[in-house]
């Protein structure tokens, strides 16, 4: 299991929820982290409290990691106020519910551009520096709803069953540079996005929502471990069985 300690990160979406309590995670292992952030300025300086309390070093990076100009120029941030990045958790993600006869092609096109091609253009961004360094973690979080189909549209379920095709790949190109790329795929999680999609926690085999923490016990798992790539870790409940 590998010692985090020095290791930089940049989680995406880090402002609130899954993402922070993974940012928080990875420092309490020893990882600095750079907080990326769309909009949220105050949420994400709250993450960089965790980050500090844990006694690491932290930065927040806004940008819409969408945009491959926003990306370099955050990434220029981050090697600039931690260093290069090593661990790359694609954490960014919006969900839509409507129905069928409601889903736009501009519906499409944005769920597409955030959930799946962010993580795209950030792995791109950044292997080429892991495979220099001969270590790198990547860790792309999917959901649930890329194996049932979920109670969102189909933008979001695409995007996230996307991811899993997205990993697989660079799992496979990256391994001999000393990179793992795993995907993550938690359920419903106690969120402000479930809450917004009012989602039920009794859909949940286990009869509660997961938490954001349990979600990133497993990123953590990952990021610490050399020998499982390509893979997808379900954090669900019971709602779906691999």
């Known amino acids: 299991m590998d010692d985090l300690h020095g290791k930089v990160a940049l989680v995406t979406g ?26 949220r300025d105050k949420e994400a300086q709250e993450t960089l409290a965790l980050v500090a309390g844990a006694g690491r070093r932290g930065i927040p990076v806004q940008a ?42 501009q519906d499409w096109d944005r769920v597409l ?15 080429q520096g892991m495979c220099r360094s001969g270590w790198g973690r990547i860790v792309n979080i999917s ?3 890329a194996q049932t189909g979920g109670i969102t ?10 991811l899993w095709g997205l990993s697989h790949s660079y799992a496979a190109q990256l391994m001999t540079c ?13 969120t402000d996005m479930v809450r917004e999609i009012e989602a039920k926690p009794d859909l949940i085999p286990i009869g509660r929502f997961g938490g954001a923490e ?12 050399g020998y ?10 019971g709602l779906y069985f691999s």
Not at 154 to 162: D, L, M, T
Not at 214 to 225: G, I, P, S, T
């Open 178 to 190: 000393g990179i793992t790329v795993n995907t993550v795929a938690p359920a419903l999680i106690e």
């Open 228 to 237: 499982i790539t390509g893979q997808t870790i379900n954090v669900n409940g």
């Open 153 to 162: 549209a189909p933008p979001y379920v695409a995007s996230k069953a996307g």
């Open 64 to 105: 819409d990691v969408s945009n491959s100009s926003e990306i370099s120029e955050m990434i220029g941030a981050v090697e600039c106020g931690l260093g290069p990045v090593q661990i790359l958790v694609n954490n960014a993600g919006i969900a839509i519910r409507k129905s069928l006869e409601e889903v736009s092609e």
């Open 14 to 39: 880090a402002s609130r929820g899954i993402g922070r309590a993974i940012a928080q995670a990875l420092a309490e292992a020893g990882a600095d982290v750079a907080v990326n952030y769309f909009s």
């Open 113 to 127: 551009a955030v959930n799946l091609k962010s993580a795209f253009l950030l792995i791109q961004a950044v292997f």
């Open 214 to 225: 349990e979600v990133a016990d497993a990123v953590l798992m990952l990021v610490r471990n």
């Open 143 to 145: 959901s649930t709803a």
